[in-house]
C-alpha cells in the first residue's frame, strides 16, 4: 500500500467539510431547499448537529484517505496532476454516479448541478491538498 502524507489528508478532509458549509449554505442553500421542497422548520426539526456533522467530517476524512492512497498508487505526479485526477474523480466517478440515480429519479438538472459539482470542486481541491502538499 502506498504511503500518504497525513498532512495533505488533514487539509483536504477540512477543505472538504468547510466547502460544504458554505456550499450548502450561503452559495446553494436555498437553491437546494427549494428543489428538495424543504422548509428551514424541516431541516431543524430532530436534527443533531454533533452526529450530521461529526459522521460528515468522518466520511470527508475516509475519502481524503482513500483518494490519497489511489493517487498514491499512481506514483510520483505533479500538484496539476494530482488537481486533475480530483477533478476527473469528482466529476467522473461521483458526479456521474449521481446522474446515473438521477436520470431515473427524476431529479432536476438543478439539483445535478448543486450536488455534484459540489463533488467535482471538492475533489478537485483534494488533489490540490495531495498534489502541493503531499
Do not use: C
Not at 424541516?42 to 481524503?64: I, R
Not at 500538484?79 to 485526477?85: C, D, H, P, Q, T
Request: charged content about 10%; overall charge negative.
Amino acid at each position: 500500500m502506498p504511503e500518504i502524507s497525513w498532512l495533505a489528508t488533514l487539509v483536504a478532509t477540512v477543505l472538504a467539510f468547510a466547502l460544504g458549509g458554505l456550499w450548502y449554505g450561503p452559495l446553494f442553500g436555498k437553491a437546494w431547499m427549494a428543489e428538495h421542497g424543504f422548509s428551514e422548520e424541516q431541516l431543524t426539526k430532530d436534527f443533531n448537529p454533533a452526529k450530521t456533522y461529526g459522521l460528515t467530517a468522518v466520511l470527508a476524512a475516509l475519502s481524503a484517505v482513500v483518494f490519497g492512497i489511489f493517487l498514491g498508487l499512481l506514483g510520483e505526479h505533479s500538484g496539476l496532476f494530482a488537481v486533475g485526477f480530483g477533478f476527473s474523480a469528482g466529476l467522473f466517478w461521483v458526479a456521474a454516479s449521481i446522474a446515473t440515480n438521477y436520470l431515473f429519479e427524476r431529479s432536476t438538472l438543478t439539483l445535478f448541478l448543486i450536488n455534484g459539482g459540489y463533488h467535482v470542486v471538492r475533489f478537485t481541491l483534494m488533489g490540490a491538498a495531495f498534489g502541493f502538499l503531499g
